[in-house]
């Protein structure tokens, strides 16, 4: 009888806590500590449920005496998967098709260069290929920036460049965005605050009727910096707001964590922060994974990302797999948008 009690006792403790982790904002969890890093990985998870299924199904076939628990473990392990995986599948697990690109659209370029690792003339060959007109780099220092506005510029793609830092004792600590000359000048709006821990900008149109943009680079949720990884995501909440506004970059959350920070108003595809939807999700690659390229995509957290208001039409995303050579953990990641 202890043993049979003991066992249901461990079952509905493993069932509780792989349900909490597959549905977080069941409970509000998403953003709560382990469940935050752990719900980032769906992919991984589910592939490591699955393997774990099949382990324990075989073990209950050569241990009589441990059968009926071992198996029912196995069963659990199977839902967590199959939760996971349709969770992932809502998502989108990629469609890089992108249309001919029309004259008025804009090419969205983020990527995460983990202190200027790819190198000037790599970034500038990825914006040539993708024909940018925005260019959002995380981690990466002014230097780098003028660099490859430098290797645009002499072919024939001339930009701005607007970069930011807390400090230079660590390029992590910078955030460069380039913005096509054709767009028009922009400035740096300081009046509304920053991300905690690594730098973010709120770019203003200088005179014209572009759109504002955003580049963003919230701290990662480690145990440590949940604090600040929830303050960060809230400050975008708050500053995602408005018209013609675009946002992109290493957002460290997935749409698990927007479902938590912005609400759920439109369903799965429509999850974003503040005004701004994401347009991974609005593509059918929201569950592509952009870190860590050690990773195959499919198994990675979708943390990068690529923002816009409603009055913003998406015409394509993909996330690019072609530099996971490069030196950065990150994927980057490229949106046509159409004003």
């Known amino acids: 009888m202890i043993r049979r009690v003991v066992s249901a006792a461990v079952l509905l403790g493993v069932a509780a806590a792989l349900l909490v982790i597959a549905w977080p ?3 509000g969890l998403s953003a709560a500590p382990v469940v935050a890093q752990l719900v980032s990985l769906r992919a991984l998870s589910a592939a490591l449920a699955l393997i774990g299924a ?3 199904a075989l073990i209950a076939m050569l241990w009589r005496g441990a059968r009926r628990f071992l198996a029912s473990l196995a069963l659990l392990a199977l839902i967590f998967a199959a939760i996971n995986v349709a969770v992932l599948s809502t998502r989108g697990f990629g469609n890089e ?4 690109r029309a ?3 804009l090419s969205v370029l983020s990527w995460n260069t983990l202190g200027d690792a790819p190198g000037a003339d790599r970034i500038t060959q990825l914006a040539l290929d993708e024909q940018a007109d925005i260019i959002v780099l995380p981690e990466t220092s002014q230097e780098t920036g003028v660099e490859v506005a430098e290797g645009l510029r002499a072919a024939g793609r001339p930009m701005w460049v607007y970069s930011f830092a807390f400090d230079y004792i660590a ?3 910078s955030t460069t965005v380039l913005v096509s000359a054709a767009i028009g000048e922009y400035v740096v709006d300081d009046s509304v605050g920053n991300t905690t821990v690594l730098p973010s900008m709120v770019l203003r149109p200088d005179g014209h009727d572009g759109p504002t943009i955003i580049g963003v680079h919230p701290v990662a949720p480690l145990p440590s910096q949940l604090a600040n990884w929830r303050a960060d995501l809230d400050w975008i909440n708050g500053i995602c707001r408005g018209e013609q506004t ?3 970059g290493d957002l460290n959350a997935t749409a698990d964590h927007f479902r938590t920070i912005g609400g759920d108003s439109g369903g799965a595809l429509r999850l974003g922060l503040g005004d701004c939807l994401d347009a991974g999700l609005l593509t059918g690659n ?4 952009t870190w860590p390229t050690r990773l195959p995509a499919i198994l990675g957290a979708p943390i ?5 208001t409603d009055d913003i039409t998406v015409t394509g995303f993909r996330v690019i797999t072609t530099e996971d050579g490069a030196g950065s953990d990150h994927r980057p990641i490229v949106a046509r948008l159409l004003l």
Request: glycine letters at 8%; hydrophobic letters at 55%; charged letters at 15%.
């Open 25 to 27: 904002s069941l409970f």
């Open 54 to 56: 099949l382990t324990l």
């Open 97 to 100: 098709s992108f249309p001919t």
């Open 103 to 105: 004259p008025a659209e």
């Open 171 to 173: 390029k992590a600590r």
């Open 246 to 248: 675009i946002l992109a």
């Open 286 to 289: 929201g569950a592509v994974g």
């Open 304 to 308: 990068d990302h690529i923002m816009v």
